[in-house]
């Protein structure tokens, strides 16, 4: 069953349009980036999926409707919303209280034995730990839970970078199980790039690349090219060029990588230059979008 | 606590054990769970009412210097003044004191309630775990509704209960002998008529409060002034366009209209009843119960909170 499927979702606020007609199927045991950039609809799509916002179009998210069925469906469903939301009153011992008394798939000794390799202590008030602790809470009480869909948005905004980093390991290592489904939305694409195992850009409310990692990698090259070779490199149609330190680096969507190979350095390219190629082309407003 | 039996021993790897849909489901309850959260979130639901209670009690200490002097005089010195309404009269304070405090904490907490999750964005966090609008709105309501007249009762029997045995005491100890007092102080009659005011002043005012959980639920911000400058604004148009005072006589009669449909402030015979003391004999539950305007209320209320529900699976954060 696909975990999350949706065919023409759309969602408008007045004449601006957030999301326009977006078809979409997530396989379970996926983890899938969805890039974007700001105001592109992601958040808009997100929240469509968690039932916080109607919607036109059909979305099923784990065979329910989630507008109609947002508690029911949150029992399935773990999301962490792009900014910190743990009320900043709230103890840590009451937020596992709460979570416990309404949740009946948390299990609370998990979540204490996330906390006790943390520095958080149980009487302390949100408003009294640092940004990082906050997101170490937040992903403690969430991880806690058997859910079949976890949802983050920016889910490390603001974050130095050793949290960042061990937010995404402790996700990786103590967390996903490869039944579970992830759906992540984030600016810093360099450091999804190895944890995804899908990947979708979605640009001005419509998805304009969706691919699996596997794909990503075999069908997208990246070629320093050397000088003497620069036309015939360009004859190849790269999608994308651009220089570096003098060097000129072009991007191919499914190019022969024996021939660029004779044409100077091949690599895979990142998600992030894949996305400026990508997302550039299409606004002609590349620099800057995809940080 | 509650753990899934299956939650520990589930294998990354396992393959096999596919995921069987009806694991044992905990039972939770959310309601009770989300109502402890309002508390936790607004301490002022009990620290307000304990305040009042203590100012009270700083009071009836003093008071409690003249009571052998007192029960030594008659009561005629106290004009119409009963002796039991006399007696009665530090404990009504105490009950006064309380009520306008459950009040007004409630009117707050109201206007609050659905606002500040929006405002401070943590409804994001609310709505990521299995309780319902419906749930949410329902413990939000019974705060004023339920929770403040229960803590109010509580606390009033039990200081009243303290002050009791505080004044047989000081009686004892000033030699006086509380013989008079212990048969003149109906303890008891006073804390069922206080009951019977909790209840009545909840239902009658539970419009109110759903008014402001509504408003609370709509304003982008001045939840205070959304809830109250309309309905002024309306009363004094109608006062200057028509010269006529319905619908700020209609506003009166809400907040204090239960006190003539509720209680007979004269005896069959017409003497007056000294509000410290209202015999259970003064309490008119039959009228209470047979004012269209308490049923009307009560379906108000329950118009307004359901809009306040439906309000609040639209709203975002501010």
Known sequence: ?291 | MTTPPNAMCESPQGIESQRIPPEPIVTTRPLYWSIRREIWENRSIYVAPLAAAGLGMLAFFINLLFLPRMMRGTSAHHGPMSGTAMLAMPYGHLAWLLLPTAFIVGVFYSLDALHGERRDRSILFWKSLPVSDLTAVLAKASIPLVVLPLLVFGIAVFLQLVMWQLSIAVLLISGTGASTFWTQLPLFQMELVLLYGLIVLSLWHAPVYAWLLLVSAWARRATFLWAVLPLLAIAAFERIAFRTFHFGSFLGDRLFGFAPKAFAFKTPDGVPVDPHFIPLTQLTPGKFLSTPGLWLGLIVAAVLLAAAVRLRRYREPI
Not at chain 1, 72 to 86: E, G, K, S, T, W
Not at chain 1, 282 to 290: I, P, R, V
């Open chain 1, 1 to 291: 069953m696909a975990c999350i499927e949706a065919r023409g979702l759309r969602k408008a606020f007045g004449t601006t349009i957030a999301v326009d007609g977006v078809d979409l199927r997530v396989e379970e045991g996926r983890i899938l980036g969805l890039i974007g950039p700001n105001g592109a609809g992601k958040t808009t799509a997100l929240n469509a999926i968690l039932g916080l916002t109607p919607y036109q179009g059909e979305l099923r998210v784990l065979g329910r409707d989630p507008w109609s069925n947002r508690d029911q469906l949150m029992r399935d469903v773990c999301f962490i919303a792009d900014v910190a939301v743990l009320p900043r009153w709230i103890r840590v011992s009451q937020a596992l209280d709460y979570v416990a008394g309404v949740h009946p798939r948390f299990d609370r000794a998990k979540a204490e034995g996330f906390l006790a390799k943390t520095t958080i202590k149980r009487a302390s008030k949100v408003r009294e730990l640092s940004k990082g602790m906050v997101a170490q809470l937040h992903l403690a009480l969430v991880m806690a839970i058997d859910a079949r869909l976890l949802v983050l948005d920016e889910p490390t905004l603001g974050l130095d970078i050793l949290y960042r980093k061990q937010f995404y390991d402790s996700l990786l290592n103590d967390y996903f199980d490869r039944t579970r489904t992830i759906v992540v939305t984030t600016h810093q694409v360099e450091e999804v790039q190895d944890v995804l195992t899908d990947l979708m850009f979605i640009n001005r409310g419509r998805i304009v690349l969706s691919c699996s990692m596997e794909e990503f990698e075999s069908r997208y090259l990246e070629l320093m090219v050397r000088p003497e070779n620069i036309v015939a490199a360009r004859a190849l149609r790269p999608i994308h060029e651009r220089q570096v330190f003098g060097r000129t680096i072009l991007l191919f969507d499914r190019a022969d990588r024996q021939q660029l190979a004779a044409l100077g350095d091949v690599r895979t390219p990142s998600i992030a230059d894949l996305f400026v190629a990508v997302i550039g082309n299409q606004t002609g407003q590349a620099q800057g979008a995809a940080r």
